[in-house]
Each structure stands twice: as structure tokens, then as C-alpha cells.
């Protein structure tokens, strides 16, 4: 994966996966630990389904309470072989896929359920981190800005918006936008946010995210981040916006 992707991909990813160990070397953070956490939908409590797929649902979640991730999905794949038409289990099967790192397959889940209703915004939502970590970020942005659409207020997606337009390169005022507005929410924005500061030559104001970070209570990137702080302080501003910021 190129140093840029990495840098990004350690941003993101958070509660959404099993912890994994962080990128060596990478510029801010896309351990996988690092992307918003992929939503469930709507309760089977609120389906009109068979009872051996509410059966299977129910086992489902159950496995994942217990940490079987694989078991759960399998569960809702049974499910899924009963009532085909279930927004609820196509999308948090999607999600179990995202978990099993199987993106292609989380994809298509997250498809699925968009196809039965489009109006709801979970599943839009849950396709940008799909396609994001597969580094297909025109479709990601797509997927998001439709899950904005459906909900102009939802923080997950548009810290995702944001953080897609980061790694495109593209719109940075509106990427910047996006990130401060969700920056409560996803501490990890202030670090995207620093990159697009200095990458638009504004580096005193990406030091300070950068210092607002490390003063958060467990902030995860302590390390890395106070090597990109020095380096910074260190190296002249001019140098700084002629070559990508690394931590």
C-alpha cells in the first residue's frame, strides 16, 4: 500500500474492526481500529419475517456478542437463504464482511440492501467505508455524499466525506469543512485536518491540531504525532509545503 494510502486508512478506521496493529511508518493513521463504526439499520423486532430467519438472526447477534465474528456471519447468510428480502441482514452481514477484511463481499451486502430501500441512509453509509478501504474513493464519495443526502446532519458521514476528499485531493475547503464539524466525534479528523493545513501552507494552524490531539485524554497516536509535531517545529515553513507531511 503507498505511503499516502497508509497515511489516510490509519485516520480512519475505528470502532468499525478488531484492533490491528498500526502501519509502521505510516503519516496519520488508517490502522484499521481507525474508520467510524458500520451502523446496523433497523430491529428484526420491526420485520415481518419467517421465524426461522428471525432464528437466525437472533444467533446471529448472539455470536457476535460472544466475539464469533465468522459465526455470526454464517447466521446471517442462513437468514439471508430464507428471507432474501431483508434490508437489516444484508446490511450487518455487510458489516461482519468489513470485519473478516472481505470488502468485495461487504460491498455487494451493502448493495443489496440499498436495492430494497434506497431511503434509508445506513447502508449508503456503510458502502463509502466499503469502498473506501478497497481505494475505490470516487464511488466512496459518491455512497457518502448520497448518506449525507438522506441525513445532512450525520457525523460518520461526513467525517467520511471529508476524509475521502483528503485522500482525492480534492475540495479541501470542503474537506476541511466537514472534518472540523466532526472533530468532537472522531478525534483522528484533527490529524487530517493538519495535513490539509499544511498542505495549503497554513502550518501554524496544523500544528495546533496537532497539539489539541495530544492533549486529548488517551489519544492513540501519542507517539507518532509528537514526531510529526517536532518535525515540524523543526524543518523550515517552506519545506514543509513543498513535500507531503509525515509523521
Not at 430467519?53 to 444467533?59: C, D, F, G, I, N
Amino acid at each position: 500500500m503507498r505511503t499516502s494510502t497508509c497515511f489516510l486508512l490509519l485516520i480512519l478506521t475505528s470502532s468499525v474492526y478488531a484492533q490491528t496493529e498500526q502501519t509502521p511508518n505510516s503519516l496519520v493513521p488508517i490502522d484499521r481500529s481507525r474508520l467510524p463504526r458500520i451502523g446496523e439499520t433497523v430491529s428484526i423486532q420491526d420485520l415481518h419475517i419467517p421465524p426461522q430467519a428471525v432464528k437466525e438472526l437472533q444467533r446471529s447477534q448472539s455470536a457476535l456478542k460472544s466475539g464469533d465474528v465468522r459465526s455470526s456471519a454464517h447466521h446471517l447468510e442462513k437468514a439471508l437463504l430464507i428471507y432474501p428480502n431483508c434490508l437489516e441482514a444484508h446490511n450487518n452481514l455487510g458489516a461482519r464482511y468489513i470485519d473478516l477484511q472481505q470488502y468485495e463481499k461487504a460491498e455487494a451486502e451493502f448493495q443489496k440492501a440499498i436495492e430494497i430501500d434506497p431511503r434509508v441512509m445506513q447502508p449508503f453509509n456503510n458502502l463509502s467505508v466499503a469502498l473506501f478501504l478497497q481505494q475505490h474513493y470516487t464511488d466512496a464519495e459518491a455512497a457518502a455524499r448520497r448518506a449525507l443526502g438522506i441525513n445532512p446532519q450525520h457525523p460518520t458521514a461526513r467525517y467520511m466525506l471529508g476524509a475521502i476528499l483528503a485522500t482525492e485531493k480534492r475540495n479541501p475547503e470542503e474537506a476541511m469543512e466537514l472534518l472540523r464539524q466532526t472533530r468532537n466525534e472522531f478525534p483522528d479528523a484533527r490529524l487530517l485536518l493538519a495535513q490539509l493545513m499544511i498542505r495549503q501552507g497554513a502550518v501554524e494552524e496544523g500544528k495546533n491540531e496537532l497539539r489539541e490531539y495530544l492533549a486529548l485524554p488517551g489519544a492513540e497516536k501519542r507517539q507518532n504525532v509528537e514526531r510529526w509535531l517536532a518535525r515540524l517545529t523543526q524543518t523550515p515553513a517552506s519545506k514543509l509545503t513543498a513535500q507531503p507531511a509525515r509523521p
